[in-house]
């Protein structure tokens, strides 16, 4: 890009922005997997949106539904009042995800944000236990807001806060001490009344965590998890917000581990389209809002309750999706480990369609995100130290789009390794 076109990004954007700052180039039109620039160099995406594109950019599905209920003067802001555009999200809900997996939740529609929804969620278990601790995991990412950081375990982030971070304790994820967790310390410190930690309202968790590096909780961890929770009286909250939506093959991802959480945060590729949107799904007994007492103006983005109902309704009527979202993912994997294989210092983890490359030396996970870049592949680093190459593409993605992102990768990691 010449200067004039980046000067009035520069001038008037503020220094918080960040991926433009990876990815240099002035995007103009998006469809499926791909995203090209205002000189029409085309990218495949292996980002989506940070997870908010499961189903692809533009998807003709999604697009014509929205154009059709736009020209009808379909409402678009509405608050929380009754719309028809929510009913039928509501009934899609209800019918296509409640019940085929015997869920009975009620549904909250929080500030259109994963943060907004974790928010509502700590705060709805310190109203219903009238207990004020929030215990959290190592590596976790939750939201940039201040509930949201209190149970985030990044430093840096953590930091922008500008006020402590309380009434929040973290505990080990799984496989945090290089071996698989079992809970241990986490039931020691519950039962012992000498531990110094308080009982705790609930505990949050991703079942896998995205931004904290692609770190896979196992499904027995999660079970024993769950039944801590249970058997003492503690709310388990699972943010479902970058993996549900069949990031990790069924639609949640605690599915694999036969759990029913109290709460679930939902948000990004819940809104189908990439429109904001995000949902809080509580047990029945725990619905004990007062009217208003969680609000937000943009709660009621209609928009984004036409594209998300007809999401369900196309890609969770059956098991299809589910199924080759897993088939891809396997794909990945098989391609990851042989990569892995060729190349010391690097190693591989993830479920689903959600894969991390993981690098000893942290500077080369950055680097390959950036020959990856100049060779027409979008992919983002996570982890404490950006040590990871996290691979996040839509669940739509093509086998042949699939061959030839890993394709980029490869030859992104070789010319990192042999310096040129």
């Not at 973290?170 to 000498?194: F, I, Q, T, V």
């Not at 990945?332 to 479920?351: K, M, N, P, Q």
Request: aromatic fraction near 8%; charge should be negative; glycine fraction near 10%.
């Amino acid at each position: 890009m010449t200067i004039a076109e980046t000067t009035v990004f520069e001038a008037l954007e503020s220094n918080v922005r960040g991926y433009c700052r990876s990815w240099p180039t002035v995007f103009d039109t998006a469809s499926g997997a791909w995203l090209t620039d205002e000189n029409g160099k085309e990218y495949l995406d292996f980002f989506a949106g940070a997870g908010a594109l499961n189903y692809g950019h533009n998807n003709p599905l999604f697009k014509q539904a929205l154009i059709d209920y736009l020209l009808g003067d379909g409402i678009t802001h509405a608050l929380d009042m009754s719309t028809v555009a929510k009913r039928r999200l509501l009934e899609a809900m209800r019918d296509l995800v409640f019940i085929p997996r015997g869920l009975d939740y009620k549904v909250q529609f929080p500030g259109p944000t994963g943060a907004n929804a974790v928010e509502a969620a700590l705060k709805l278990a310190r109203k219903v236990t009238g207990r004020t601790t929030i215990l959290n995991f190592t590596n976790a990412f939750h939201g940039m807001t201040l509930g949201a950081l209190s149970v985030t375990g990044n430093a840096a982030k953590r930091a922008g806060a500008g006020v402590p971070l309380v009434h929040a304790t973290p505990m080990p994820y799984d496989g945090y001490l290089d071996e698989p967790e079992d809970l241990s310390w986490m039931r020691r410190a519950l039962d012992d009344s000498s531990s110094g930690l308080d009982k705790p309202a609930a505990v949050i968790v991703e079942t896998v965590q995205g931004e904290g590096g692609v770190n896979v909780a196992r499904a027995e961890w999660l079970r024993h998890l769950a039944e801590l929770c249970s058997a003492r009286g503690i709310l388990l909250i699972v943010d479902d917000v970058q993996m549900g939506c069949g990031r990790t093959g069924p639609f949640f991802s605690f599915e694999v581990a036969g759990i029913t959480p109290d709460i679930v945060t939902l948000s990004k590729s819940i809104g189908g389209y990439g429109l904001p949107m995000a949902l809080v799904l509580m047990r029945r007994d725990l619905d004990q809002w007062a009217p208003g007492e969680h609000n937000g103006t943009f709660r009621g983005n209609n928009a984004a309750f036409v594209t998300a109902e007809v999401a369900l309704r196309h890609y969770w009527s059956d098991d299809r999706l589910q199924l080759a979202t897993l088939a891809k993912g396997a794909r990945v994997h098989d391609h990851l480990v042989a990569l892995t294989e060729s190349f010391t210092g690097i190693s591989t983890r993830g479920r689903g369609l959600v894969h991390g490359l993981v690098f000893e030396d942290a500077s080369q996970a950055e680097k390959v995100c950036q020959v990856a870049f100049e060779h027409g592949l979008l992919v983002e680093t996570s982890g404490s130290s950006d040590e990871v190459v996290k691979l996040l593409p839509p669940l739509t993605v093509s086998d042949d789009e699939i061959t030839h992102g890993l394709g980029i990768l490869t030859r992104a990691v070789e010319i990192v390794r042999d310096g040129h």
